[in-house]
């Protein structure tokens, strides 16, 4: 079956939604992740740091701020050296 531009086109949008999505969950997970363990080491973050926290969407920085959360005694120092 011979595909047109606009199936071709469908095709290619689907696919694009489809990873963005998926970057979506890896964002949010991280940020999950990084807030569950946060809290039980560092206590209930301010709403500067919650603000600060949920503008990063960079997966790879999420998973670093997350292996660091025990190597830290604040929120303010975690997001400063990170």
Known sequence: MNKTT???GLE?????G????????????????LMRLGRRRLDE????ILIQLRQ???VDRLESLVAR?????SWE????DA
Not at 45 to 48: F, G, L, W, Y
């Open 18 to 33: 489809l990873e963005q999505r998926f970057k979506q969950g890896e964002v949010l997970g991280a940020q999950r992740a």
């Open 69 to 73: 959360v025990f190597d830290v005694s």
């Open 6 to 8: 606009y199936d071709r």
């Open 45 to 48: 973050p301010s709403p500067e």
């Open 12 to 16: 290619e949008g689907f696919k694009q």
């Open 77 to 80: 120092e975690l997001l400063r």
């Open 56 to 58: 990063i969407s960079d």
